[in-house]
């Protein structure tokens, strides 16, 4: 399944929603590091794994997080593994 | 008849809010089962019962708080011969009221007075002394306090009172059913009953509806028993019920009388921080010792198992050290435990402190009950949960106040090292640091390897360093034998 970058933004959103609740995107630029600025500690992190690979349907590796530290990063991620 | 007594949950707790009972008079009860939230300075938590039985009684009202040792609710218990009536019961029990309506106790003897007064002329053979002042009340036998309350405009005896003022209900607003419109027990019962049904609200979603603004009374439970819970609350703050009650906030029907302003609450939490730690820092002796831990075999084997595992089974760094450091505490019993007392308990089974931080800043720190012997897979499990619960004010009592030893964990935090200040009254803290790769000498040759740097505070009071300094050897070996864990 192709994942367009639109979609994938609102996956990783919706996927950081699920995890912090009250988490505020407009404070949020698509290149801050967002596990620093909504304070996510790596049970929060792997919550977020857990839910934008059930959504996004594209498994992710211990190897693949580091690709995960931005809006943009993580939007990107998803496009080029959905391919 | 058993009491259900507002419990210590921590050593830094003297009183609690009693927010919520999770069962009514009449239910069932488990020894085990959560029966009712309590809110303390640091957390909100459900308090579980340690008797089974039927809940007769609730004495106390959400919303009110009082001092730990406080009689909540009473238990009745099977298989126990049943207590004497009224006069009989605990001396505490009928004591409360006395002690809350002291202020108008001279006002009170006088009316006694003017009113015995009146009786009189009809009965002469009364002896004419006048009237004495109240006797101790540890002394008094309960009728002859009633004949002292009769003064009062209302007429109900002492446990009525009692009853009543629990349940907020108002004696002089009763008319009274009882011979001479005294007030009896199921008059207060009945008004209490009359008046709307109280919500059953679970705490998060209390508290979401105070920060949202959302009016409970508006809200349809989902939950249990018509329970309204986060997501009910979540629903009707998207939909148009949010419109009306911005006006009410403050009310008392949308901020129930527990519920602290979360700034008070973020106060709150650092003053019960501040008193526990500053007494931690004064009584206990700390000593410290770290040492650095090479992860590279828990590591590898943590990122197979991750490769293998669904992303739901997958554990963290974490799930390894917790483990690691309970099966320690097992291996060295000296630091699992409490000092009270001037001496040294050993703690029946190994229940890990978790360190969690709280999103509005503060922490708790749960316990994970018997750590040493849950596997991996049910230990990261548990962990979660213990997290969510921490975060979302869903703790048990039992995990707040049974910790045995506690980790903290500030990895996540970017940090390498942490030499904590132990909660008392346990006797070790035990510090985990960022897994780090860092140069190495192994075998003779310099590599770059995952490194931890696990730290212990310990209690000199209960243990000298050589014991301490076999826990961290013992963490160390455990983490390289990671599939053992």
């Given at each position: 399944m192709n994942i367009n970058r639109t979609d994938a933004l609102e996956m990783v959103r919706e996927s950081i929603s699920r995890v912090i609740p009250d988490a505020d995107f407009a404070a949020l630029g698509p290149g801050d590091a967002f596990r620093d600025v909504l304070e996510m500690d790596s049970l929060d992190f792997l919550s977020f794994v857990e839910v934008l690979s059930e959504r996004s349907g594209v498994r992710i590796e211990d190897e693949d997080t580091p690709r995960l530290t931005t809006l943009s990063g993580s939007a990107d991620f998803l496009v080029a593994r959905s391919g | 008849m058993a009491e259900f007594t507002m419990p210590s949950l921590g050593a830094d707790m003297d009183e609690g809010t009693l927010l919520e009972w999770l069962v009514g008079p009449g239910d069932l009860v488990h020894r085990g089962d959560p029966v009712a939230v309590v809110e303390t300075a640091k957390s909100t938590i459900e308090v579980e019962c340690f008797e089974t039985g039927t809940m007769t009684e609730l004495l106390v009202e959400p919303g009110t708080t009082v001092p730990v040792g406080t009689p909540l609710a009473l238990i009745g218990v099977p298989a126990k011969k049943p207590e004497p009536p009224e006069g009989g019961e605990k001396p505490h029990t009928t004591r409360e009221p006395r002690k809350a309506r002291q202020p108008e106790g001279p006002g009170e003897t006088e009316r006694a007075a003017k009113r015995r007064a009146a009786p009189r002329t009809q009965r002469k053979g009364e002896p004419a002394k006048p009237p004495s002042p109240p006797p101790e009340p540890a002394t008094v036998p309960v009728p002859v306090l009633t004949t002292v309350r009769q003064g009062v405009h209302t007429e109900a005896g002492p446990l009525v009172r009692h009853l009543a003022e629990q349940r907020g209900v108002d004696l002089e607003t009763l008319h009274g059913?009882?011979?001479?419109?005294r007030v009896t027990r199921t008059d207060v019962e009945e008004a209490v009953a009359a008046r709307p049904p109280r919500l059953r609200v679970t705490p998060l979603a209390r508290r979401l509806a105070a920060e949202t603004g959302v009016?409970?009374?508006?809200v349809k439970g989902t939950g249990k028993d018509s329970a309204i819970r986060a997501a009910d609350v979540r629903r009707a703050a998207h939909g148009p019920a949010t419109e009306i009650p911005s006006a009410k906030i403050g009310t008392p029907t949308v901020r129930p009388s527990g519920e602290r302003p979360s700034v008070d609450r973020g106060a709150a939490m650092r003053q019960a921080i501040a008193g526990l730690m500053s007494r931690a820092n004064r009584d206990i002796p700390h000593y410290y010792l770290s040492t650095t831990v090479d992860m590279a075999a828990a590591m590898d084997w943590l990122h197979e198992h991750n490769r293998r595992s669904p992303v739901g089974e997958r554990l963290l760094p974490a799930a390894l050290l917790l483990k690691a450091a309970a099966l320690a505490a097992r291996d060295v019993p000296e630091l699992n435990g409490s000092w009270t007392d001037d001496h040294f308990t050993a703690g029946e089974g190994v229940h890990l402190g978790v360190a969690v931080s709280l999103r509005g800043g503060g922490l708790v720190a749960p316990a994970l009950h018997h750590a040493d012997t849950l596997a991996l897979p049910q230990l990261m499990t548990a962990l979660k949960d213990l997290v969510t619960r921490a975060r979302t004010g869903r703790l048990r009592g039992s995990e707040v106040s049974d910790a045995t030893i506690t980790v903290t964990n500030l990895g996540d935090q970017g940090v390498e090292a942490v030499f904590g200040v132990i909660y008392p009254p346990q006797v070790a803290l035990v510090g985990f640091g960022r897994v780090v790769d860092r140069p190495c000498a192994v075998a003779g040759l310099l590599g770059v390897r995952p490194v931890v740097t696990s730290t212990l505070s310990a209690d000199h009071r209960a243990t000298d360093g050589a014991v301490g300094a076999r826990y961290l050897t013992a963490v160390t070996r455990l983490l390289q034998n990671p599939e053992q864990l």
């Open positions: - | 059913s009882g011979p001479g419109g009016d409970l009374a508006t």
